[in-house]
């Protein structure tokens, strides 16, 4: 058998992998660095769109949010029309207003409505008095009016002996004068009321009202001429006119325990002049209590006198308590 031989040529290619490695990678910085080349330049133009973009959607966010605001006030302009708002009725308060009646000290001074009776008066004259008066003419009224008629005084009357012309205060129910040796302790105090609470003393006549407790209680004067002076009607004008300069305890918010009321006529009118004291509001939660007030009066100038009185501090609202007729003459 022949021996064969066989030649076999092998041909080293690693030059050229290498070659087309290199040629790869080459290409491969070559196509990053144009990539990095387009992105410089499309760098700018990016930036700004990106930015153009924030923009329009911020001031997209901002219109929406107006919207939405302009909505929700309308809404609540929409609402405030046409809601409903539930009215309170208003609530009357009835004050009644007190009646004066004049309880004579003598038969020759009984009148009603400025009518003067003889001393021959009959129960039913009073009767018909009280009726013209808008008064209710109870049978112990009428009998208590006729037993003064006949008696020639009242016996609930005092007359101060001391005035200097010899004219008579006539004093009511549950009202004494106060005692002389009160009397100076009295007035210090009643001046020294009326001073803190810028009130005024002179005057042709005074009236002032103290006690000394947190109750509201209420002055009432009614001058000769038939207006009458109180917490409703603090002033008035005209010839012989006053006011109420102090009032106090009349607000929750402002209360003592030293209060002053203090009514004064500058000039004062001829006549005779009606005090009444009534209690407005009891802040002692004591119904079944009473209140001692003291009253001044001053007439003309004359140094003035006080009185004691006392009020039930269950008594009705603006219920008067009759205090005192006060004649007025003025000297020359």
Known sequence: MENKSYEYTTNDFSAVDQHVKELAKRERILTWRLFIDNLKRLGIPLIFIACALAILLIALGIFIWLIKS???KELEKVVEITKEVPVEKEKLKIIEIPKYIAVPMTSADLQFDGVRYSDQISREQIKTALIQSGVEPSEVLIEKIWQSVREGSSSNNSVDQNNADGQKIETGENVKPSDMSSLKDDRKDFSERIERSGGSTV???RFSLKWNNTNDLDLHVQAPGGKKI?????????????NLDIDTNFMDANVTSRPIENIIFPSGLEGTYKVFVSIYNDRTRQP???????LEVAVDGQKSQTYNGLIPNNTPKNKAIFALNVPFKKTN
């Open 70 to 72: 302009e909505k929700v």
């Open 203 to 205: 005057g042709a006549v």
């Open 230 to 242: 109180w917490y409703r009607n603090k002033r008035i004008s005209g010839e012989g006119g006053g």
């Open 288 to 294: 079944n209590g009473s209140t001692k007030y003291k």
